[in-house]
């Protein structure tokens, strides 16, 4: 089969940017994935453009504004794993021949405050029972009840991703934390303080993926070579949705078995991508995980394998998951210091894993990085699990 | 005295013995909640609305403390999953709007609540959703005395 690589990068810094509408933020990203990649106009043979909020024809609008159409342009919507179902297309897309490049991009410019979300029927929302954040607390309280987890842990989530994100010029945060800070913090749903939930804002990523047929059939890891620029190909990414049964998926039911057997969106998805790759949770460098809540992180580490079930608590206090430790997560600072572009998250996870395999990430590099793993989840449920090796 | 209507149809039964409406599947003997044509669970055409029991216990809790969109209702408010017999967990509000007053695996109540500013203004109707409020507690107990 065809190997897939990312070919460039490009991002939009995450933020609020009142003057940039959607579609200018967009331009930019891919403008800067296009010329990593030196692909001109004609250098695509199909686009898949990631958005949740962005409405019709979002991505035909980015690449309208570019004089760069005629190709097939899909939208996508995953919800948080927007990106990372627009990636599985596009790296599909190549494997099975029909293109020899593709550009994704995802773009998004999200409403502000608790989100309106048009998946709750009108009688949720009038008994008060489409509060999304109370749906986070509740699967951080479980945490709390299984996995010796405490208000502590959470907060030394957001303090640890804080400071990942203080040298990431594209986080919307950039200013370290204390516990105490995040703990003073109102609470809004317990055991989440505000501080610990990430802030719904805008941006836009890009990448641009290309066919490899020289490398196709090689399983391992290149060896050697310059590592700025080097080929970083796409191991894995898999998108998968929830199965019936668990009260507090993603899928947001009304109602659950009364089972704890009930594999998650993300452990089906993690499954499948360490299969497609060739690859255990011990084989990883880095991680970019879903931190819509710091108790979401945590559950991603014991869904992902990065640790047994219920050892997420341990393994961030012995500090593997911070920058210097055995498994670096969130270097980017992650959704809690980026803030979450629904469409662009996943890319945005994309963009800085590339980055760091090509030990491009400046002050916040995880040294000699070759395995990485990105993973988002959310509502539908959607999960993405994306593999990328240098 | 005002009308009493359910925030969804179907939802639940009113009156003085309120219970949540279920669905037990014929094929697979699952049980849902809201009940449902199809199953989800199976997909079989086959789901029977069943009662559920109106007690159960405590499996997940917190409060809400901002008003979420599209609710017009006091705030804070609890909210959590309860465990029921029939082998469902729900999704519901629950009486007691401080965290720190419940406990995981504790007893807890179906009760149907009022949402206040749902009230139709100009018809006499309450509307109401299902709630679950602690079995032994006596502020639940004094609470309902005074409604």
Not at chain 1, 106 to 115: Q, S
Not at chain 1, 340 to 355: F, H, I, M, N
Not at chain 2, 15 to 24: E, F, Y
Request: charged share 20%.
């Amino acid at each position: 089969m065809t190997d897939v690589v990312v070919a460039g990068t490009g991002i939009h810094p995450f933020g609020r940017f009142d003057a940039s509408s959607i579609t200018d933020m967009g331009v930019v990203a891919v403008r800067e994935a296009l010329r990593e990649a030196g692909a001109g106009r004609d250098g695509f043979q199909a686009a898949f453009c990631a958005t949740a909020y962005g409405g019709v024809a979002s991505g035909h609008k980015v690449l309208g504004r570019l004089g760069m159409t005629g190709m097939p342009i899909v939208d996508v919507e995953a919800g948080c794993a927007s990106g990372g179902a627009a990636l599985s297309l596009a790296g599909g897309a190549i494997r099975s021949g029909q293109v020899e490049c593709a550009l994704v991009f995802g773009i998004e410019k999200m409403p502000r405050g608790i989100i309106r979300s048009s998946f709750f029927e009108p009688w949720q929302e009038a008994a008060g029972l489409a509060a999304t954040p109370s749906y986070f607390a509740l699967r951080a309280q479980r945490l709390m009840q299984t996995s010796g987890v405490t208000k502590d842990h959470l907060a030394a989530v957001v303090v640890k991703n804080r400071r990942h994100g203080a040298s990431n010029p594209d986080a919307m945060f950039r200013a370290e934390v204390s516990a105490a800070d995040v703990l003073a913090s109102r609470v809004v749903c317990e055991p989440l303080h505000l501080w610990m939930l990430c802030s719904p804002n805008e941006g836009a990523a890009a990448v641009v993926l290309r066919a490899d047929h020289a490398r196709s059939g090689s399983r391992g890891h290149s060896e050697g070579g310059p590592c700025a620029g080097a080929n970083v190909r796409l191991a894995a990414a898999v998108l998968r949705s929830h199965l019936p049964g668990s009260v507090l998926s993603e899928s947001t039911p009304m109602s659950g078995l009364a089972r704890d057997d009930v594999p998650t969106p993300t452990e089906i998805a993690a499954r499948a991508a360490y299969d497609e790759a060739g690859i255990g949770p011990d084989d990883l460098d880095v991680v970019e995980c879903q931190d819509t809540d710091a108790g979401r992180e945590l559950l991603s580490y014991e869904e992902l394998g990065l640790c047994e079930a219920g050892g997420s608590a341990a393994l961030l206090e012995k500090g593997g998951t911070a920058l210097g430790g055995d498994l670096p997560v969130n270097p980017s600072g992650g959704l809690l210091s980026k803030g979450e572009p629904l469409g662009a998250s996943a890319l945005g996870q994309v963009v800085e894993l590339t980055r760091q395999l090509q030990e491009r990430a400046g002050d916040r590099q995880v040294a000699g990085a070759r395995v990485a793993l990105a993973h988002t989840v959310g509502r539908g449920a959607n999960a993405s699990v994306v593999v990328l090796v240098r | 005295m005002s009308e009493e209507v359910a925030v969804r149809d179907g939802l639940f039964v009113l009156g003085d013995h309120p219970a949540l409406v279920g669905g037990r599947c014929e094929e697979c003997g699952l049980v849902c909640f809201p009940t449902s044509d199809i199953c989800p669970y199976c997909s079989a055409d086959s789901v029977t609305p069943i009662e559920l029991s109106r007690s159960g216990v405590l499996w997940a809790w917190t409060a809400v403390t901002a008003p979420p969109p599209g609710y017009e209702g006091a705030v804070p408010y609890g909210f959590g999953v309860v465990e029921l017999p029939e082998g469902v967990r729900v999704i519901t509000r629950l009486t007691e709007p401080d965290p720190s007053k419940l406990e995981s695996g504790q007893s807890m109540q179906l009760v149907l609540v009022p949402l206040t500013a749902a009230v139709d203004s100009g018809a006499d109707q309450a509307v109401l959703t299902y709630s679950f409020a602690p079995s032994e507690s006596r502020r639940a107990a004094h609470r309902k005395a005074e409604r």
